[in-house]
C-alpha cells in the first residue's frame, strides 16, 4: 500500500511515517506540507490511500476534496483533524470523504481504518462513531455556539479574518475554520448568503 500524508505541521507529518513504518503492508509513504506539493504529488505518482487535514493550511480539505478526487477517483481519502464535533463530521462525510481519523487516535484504529477503505468501506474512527450515530438519529437543528455567534456578528460588521482574529485573540485560521462551519450549520454556500441568512434570521444586530 503507498499512503500519502497531506498535512501542514512537521511533527504530525513525522510521527504519521514512524507509525506507518511499521506496517508490513505499507509500502511506500510520501507527504505534502502546501496543496501545490499535494496536487503534485497525486499528479506524478500513485497512491492508495490520503491522508487529509481537514484544515490543510488555508485551505479546507472539504473543499478540495472532488478536485482531489477528480484527479485520482481510485485514491481513498480519509480525514485526518482533531476535530470530534458533529458539524465537522458531518460537513466532511457529505463531502466524500472516505474515512475520519482523530489526530489523536491511536495504531490500531489508524491500521484498521487503512484496511477498511482500501476494502471500499468507509471507517469512522471509535472516538467519533457515536457522534456520528447521533446525528444520523436526530433531526434537531443544530445551533450557533457563542463563538461562532460573535465571529458571524463581526462578519455581518465587514471585518476582515484578519481583524476578527486579532480583536478575539485567534488565529486566522481558527476564524476561517469557525466561518466555515457557521455555513455549513446556516446551509449557505457563500458569505453574501450568510450575512443575509443572519439578519433575516435574527442571528445579529445590525
Do not use: W
Not at 498535512?7 to 508490513?24: A, P
Not at 484527479?71 to 476535530?83: E, V, Y
Not at 484496511?115 to 471500499?120: D, E, F, H, L, P
Amino acid at each position: 500500500m503507498k499512503i500519502l500524508l497531506a498535512d501542514d505541521h512537521f511533527l504530525v507529518l513525522d510521527g504519521l511515517e514512524v507509525l506507518l513504518s511499521t506496517f508490513d503492508f505499507v509500502e511506500e509513504t510520501n507527504r505534502a506540507l502546501n496543496y501545490n506539493e499535494l496536487k503534485n504529488n497525486i499528479e506524478k505518482q500513485h497512491f492508495d490511500v490520503l491522508l487529509l487535514d481537514i484544515h490543510f493550511g488555508k485551505h479546507d480539505g472539504r473543499e478540495i476534496i472532488q478536485e482531489i478526487k477528480g484527479l485520482r477517483p481510485d485514491m481513498k481519502i480519509i480525514a485526518l483533524t482533531s476535530h470530534s464535533d458533529s458539524v465537522t463530521i458531518k460537513s466532511s462525510i457529505n463531502a466524500g470523504f472516505d474515512g475520519y481519523l482523530l489526530k489523536i487516535d491511536g495504531r490500531e484504529e489508524i491500521e484498521k481504518a487503512l484496511k477498511a477503505v482500501t476494502n471500499n468501506e468507509r471507517y469512522f474512527s471509535t472516538k467519533t462513531q457515536q457522534v456520528f450515530f447521533e446525528m444520523s438519529t436526530t433531526k434537531n437543528k443544530m445551533e450557533l455556539t457563542d463563538r461562532e455567534k460573535e465571529i458571524l456578528q463581526l462578519i455581518v460588521e465587514e471585518k476582515t479574518t484578519k481583524e476578527i482574529a486579532e480583536q478575539l485573540c485567534l488565529s486566522d485560521k481558527t476564524v476561517e475554520s469557525h466561518r466555515s462551519n457557521i455555513m455549513i450549520k446556516l446551509e449557505v454556500k457563500n458569505i453574501a448568503g450568510m450575512v443575509k441568512k443572519a439578519i433575516m434570521e435574527g442571528l445579529v444586530t445590525v
